[in-house]
């Protein structure tokens, strides 16, 4: 077996202020591979672990966009094409009265696109993380913060990155298994 | 530690305000002198271009009255930064008492219902207006009406703006309780007069034609106002101190958010009149719409559409746009340019079935803006630019942590 059987090294903070800290200076020390769980959602910790963008926006738009272009274009088509009805002598493009419905399947079509984009990029549902094989972690939820560096990382080094995770000042450090 | 730090700190205004008041003053008198001859060559043109100017300048003057009082009611560092700058807006209320005087005297050109009523041709109007001229819509009860409006924003503006005044000197104190008992119902008497005041300053122009969403439109199109008219004054005044220590990103970027936020009310707002009316499709309604949409005003209204509303949308939606204050802050002035188009749209169609724009109605604004300008910069002046005895002030300085 060439898989490593280390996932990674975790080390265990008290604080969001502690690890958003250490995520900077791990990043820093050139670190690219590593991930941070938090209770709660920490809005600097993301930037601190050189997350920058992912692309749930970009598949919300183009959802949106295709919500928006059937529901206006259903409307059109009924109204103009298939079944043309002289409706209190407006025009068949009423377009005001089309507003509605194409609003609606816009927002329709974005949120779907939103929730399965979001699933389909985060790789969710997932039966198994080798992060659950810690002990301590089950405190994720409650008032403990993790920062792992993965074994994948081009810097990893079992010794160096322990030494280096130690001086972080963590509450403690734990092997992953994978 | 925070008090000791504001206390070592200045917050009185840099010294570009009062050149910026100058020069706008220089502004203001050259195109009133302009106005003041359009004024005399054509009376009709003029106060058309009058009501329009003074329509938006007081929307940026009782929008930051509004916005100040929000604030009072909900809390929150992002209006603590730009309080002072909404205080010094809304202690322009007695300049615009003063323009509100000649409206008084171009009345005939303004209502239909205050001429002579046999000069209205049309037989339906005229009955309408024989009754409703003696109940409500005449040149005594306007100006009595205009009387109590103006009362009510006064009073209003009087405390809020006193009361803020007491945070500059010692004992640092917490009078947010005060402060909100009077903005809470300050509130709901503000969208009520403002309300009335709409119908019977704009809406009389066609006095057959009723709207419920018309003074809404005007009140959330006042709060855009203010709220851009912050953004683009915080901007200037982030070059110099103590505005560049004061205003974070993140501050920057609540105000961008309310931006998006008055931007997206108000295309519902105007979508939902335009709406009603094209479902209900009663001749009463939707002449203010058949003018609208013919006679060349049609592109005036897809304008609106696509540069009130589309483009600012989109643009505000990034996250960087909202956090960097120089780029907000050119949206937000086009945001107000856009609110002189809106209520250019809003008025003078009913004066003219086919598109027409004259030179008074730049020239008017810019006077009135001038004008405005120089007295809000004596105001902004006046003052320190932060309460640095108000408790809640305080925070501004706090450097900004993780989490909420």
């Known amino acids: 077996m060439n898989e490593p059987a280390i996932y990674g090294l975790m080390a265990e903070f008290d604080s969001a202020d502690e690890i958003v800290a250490a995520a900077r200076r791990t990043h820093a020390a050139g670190y690219r591979k590593i991930d941070a769980y938090s209770p709660y959602p920490v809005e600097e910790l993301w930037e601190a672990i050189g997350f ?15 919500g928006c272009m059937t529901g206006y274009g ?14 209190g002598g407006r025009p068949f493009h009423s377009w005001p009265s089309f507003m509605i419905v194409t609003f609606e399947l816009t927002i329709l079509f974005s949120v779907l696109s939103a929730v399965f984009g979001m699933l389909a990029l985060n790789g969710l549902p997932l039966p198994y993380h080798p992060v659950f094989n810690v002990e301590r972690f089950s405190r994720v939820t409650e008032d403990k913060f ?5 074994s994948s990382d081009e810097k990893y080094n079992e010794t160096e990155t322990r030494a280096f995770l130690q001086s972080l000042g963590p509450k403690s450090i734990e092997e992953v298994p994978s | 530690m925070t008090t000791a730090r504001s206390h070592e700190m200045n917050f009185l205004a840099p010294s570009v305000v009062r050149t910026i008041g100058t020069r706008s003053l220089v502004i203001g008198l050259i195109f009133a002198v302009l106005a003041i001859v359009g004024a005399f060559v054509r009376p009709g043109d003029f106060f058309h271009a009058y009501l329009l100017g003074f329509m938006d300048w007081l929307g940026v003057t009782l929008g930051a009255l509004a916005f100040l009082m929000v604030r009072h009611v909900t809390g929150g560092t992002w209006g603590m930064v730009i309080q002072r700058i909404q205080i010094a807006a809304m202690r322009c209320l007695p300049l615009m008492m003063v323009l509100f005087i000649p409206i008084l005297f171009g009345l005939p050109h303004l209502y239909i219902w205050a001429r002579p009523l046999d000069t209205v041709a049309d037989k339906h109007l005229r009955e309408h207006l024989q009754e409703i001229t003696q109940t409500y819509l005449n040149p005594h009860g306007f100006f009595i009406r205009a009387v109590i409006y103006f009362a009510i924003w006064a009073v209003l503006v009087f405390f809020l703006s006193k009361w803020s005044a007491e945070h500059d000197h010692p004992p640092m104190r917490d009078t947010s309780a005060r402060t909100k008992q009077l903005s809470a119902p300050g509130l709901v008497i503000f969208a009520l007069s403002i ?11 066609t ?47 609540d105000h961008g958010k309310w931006t998006l936020a008055f931007v997206m009310v108000w295309a519902y707002f105007s979508f939902s009149q335009l709406l009603i009316m094209w479902a209900g499709n009663l001749p009463e309604e939707i002449t203010y719409y058949y003018r609208r949409f013919n006679g060349g005003w049609g592109y005036v209204g897809l304008f609106l559409v696509v540069f009130q509303f589309a483009v600012p949308f989109c643009l505000l939606l990034s ?27 809003m008025i003078e169609p009913n004066y003219s079935e086919t598109f ?27 003052r320190p630019l932060l309460a640095a005895y108000d408790i809640h002030a305080q925070k501004v300085l706090e450097p900004v942590h993780g989490g909420h």
């Open chain 1, 52 to 66: 920058h963008h992912n692309r749930v926006a970009l598949v919300v738009l183009i959802g949106g966009i295709i």
């Open chain 1, 74 to 87: 259903l409307q059109y088509w009924v109204a103009n094409i298939a079944y043309p009805t002289n409706i």
């Open chain 1, 146 to 150: 993790f920062l792992v560096v993965f």
């Open chain 2, 195 to 205: 309300g009335f005041a709409t119908i019977d300053w704009m809406m009389s122009i």
């Open chain 2, 207 to 253: 006095p057959g034609w009723i709207s419920t969403m018309y003074p809404l439109i005007i009140l959330i199109g006042e709060l855009m106002s203010a709220m851009a008219f912050c953004i683009v004054i915080e901007s200037i005044l982030s070059r110099y101190e103590p505005m560049s220590t004061m205003l974070k990103p993140s501050f920057a970027h």
């Open chain 2, 319 to 345: 996250r960087p746009l909202k956090r960097d204050i120089r780029r907000l802050a050119f949206l937000a002035a086009w945001i107000m340019v856009m609110r002189w188009v809106d209520l250019y749209f």
């Open chain 2, 356 to 382: 027409r724009l004259t030179w008074l109605d730049i020239v008017v604004a810019v006077a009135m803006g001038g004008l405005w300008l120089a007295f809000f910069c004596r105001n902004l002046a006046s």
